[in-house]
């Protein structure tokens, strides 16, 4: 298995929702990413998880929320989103380490905020 | 923070046409990676490149990892209609020291084919 599998595809939530995104690999990998993906633009990291444990957040809002429940689940909870959240959520996963071998991205979800 | 310079930002081609694109940074490199995204897809992994001066192919496409660290291009020979799409280079600064996860994106290449 070499995919990174996310659902759903497409999801259309209110403002006052609560919704969550999810992310599953099963390559071992051991660093798994959300990034954030506008139209025409390229990807932006929004957090990392290095062997379960949060590595990184870059300056995320708190209505976005990640957890890691085992090494091949990542979960993004969305609370509170604007209108200008609408955009491409991206989970990719990588072998960890110096060179990031095998950095994987799935097909992402389609979010629309309204 | 880093950026990497991505050109030509949009290309049209005519098929059959070969295709040239680039990517050049300020400062050194350990990694480049090629992707192409399709509209509403996530990127798929083309080339990834580990060493200065590598040369790899994966069927019609040929990437190398500049000797200065700084650059990568990306080749696609042959061209047909289903090469079109957004192309990104992506990569990981040296500076970023073992063990880091983030890539720097390009702003991506858009092709264009013309049958």
């Known amino acids: 298995d070499t995919e990174v599998t996310q659902t759903p595809k497409h999801l259309v939530m209110g403002m006052t929702n609560k919704k969550s995104l999810k992310c599953e690999q099963h390559?071992?990998?051991?660093?798994m990413y959300w990034y954030k993906q506008k139209a025409k633009k390229p990807p932006e990291l929004m957090f990392v998880y290095s062997y379960e444990k949060l590595s990184i957040n870059e300056s995320v809002p708190s209505r976005f929320s990640p957890e890691c429940p085992n090494s091949s689940l990542l979960n993004l909870h969305l609370h509170a989103l604007q209108p200008e959240d609408s955009a491409l959520y991206l989970c990719a996963s990588s072998q960890g380490g110096v060179v990031n071998y095998g950095y994987t991205f799935g097909s992402g979800t389609r979010l629309t905020v309204v | 923070g880093q950026q990497l310079n991505q050109s030509p930002q949009s290309m049209f081609i005519q098929e059959g046409e070969d295709v040239s694109m680039n990517c050049t940074s300020s400062s050194i490199f350990n990694t480049w990676l090629w992707y192409k995204q399709d509209p509403g897809e996530g990127p798929v992994l083309l080339i990834a490149l580990y060493k200065a001066g590598e040369l790899t192919s994966n069927g019609r496409l040929t990437a190398q990892f500049g000797i200065t660290r700084k650059d990568s291009f990306l080749n696609i020979s042959a061209s047909i209609p289903s090469d079109v799409g957004i192309y990104f280079c992506a990569g990981r600064p040296a500076y970023s020291g073992a063990g880091s996860y983030q890539l720097t994106f390009g702003k991506g290449t858009k092709l264009s084919v013309i049958p």
């Open positions: 390559m071992g990998h051991r660093a």
